[in-house]
């Protein structure tokens, strides 16, 4: 099967990651959301990884072809995209895999643990972003990368939605989650 990782922390999953979700799963035989255990990047406020695991299974449930992968979270530690592509590639050798990032992502990149090399040896599908052109120079140096520009079509952030909740406007941030996501936050007095 060819699958497509869409990892992330998921703090929260929103509709942004649900509508990728659904457009991957057209095109690829199986869509897995990968959940970091430590981004290594500093996410106020931070929610622990089960947390962020059940929320991301809750916002994909509806999506026949799609799952969640704990595999950064049963790792531990840092996140790092090179090892999950090695574990994944060891452990599932039946499967192609081709990770997918977001176009707000592509400039960071280079600064990713082992990119140089792990843009060579993996696949890679950039999904358009609002507000983030992807921009050629940016692809070089990857040897396969898809481009889908019709990914995107929802213009969410975790970051502002987890602003809104702290300031008490749910509202705003119901717009944004998954109906279920959006309960389980309630349930579980997260981002207050």
Known sequence: ????????????PHMGHVHVATRLSKRFD???????????KKEKPYVNPQHRLAMAKLAVASIPNAKVSDVEIRRGGTSYTT????????????????WVIGADLLSDFPRWKDSAALAQRARFAVVS??????KAKALRGFSHIQIM??????????????????????ENAKARLP???????????LYG
């Open 1 to 12: 099967m060819h699958i497509a990782l869409l990892g992330g922390t998921f703090n929260p």
């Open 30 to 40: 199986e869509v897995w959301l990968v959940v970091a255990n430590d981004p290594n």
């Open 83 to 98: 090892d999950t592509l090695k574990e994944l590639s060891d452990s599932h050798s039946e499967h192609a895999f081709t």
């Open 129 to 134: 972003r609002p507000g983030y052109p992807i």
């Open 149 to 170: 520009a019709d990914a995107s079509g929802v213009d969410a952030s975790s970051t502002q939605i987890r602003q809104w909740i702290h300031e008490s406007k749910m």
């Open 179 to 189: 109906n279920a996501v959006s309960q389980y936050i309630r349930k579980n007095k």
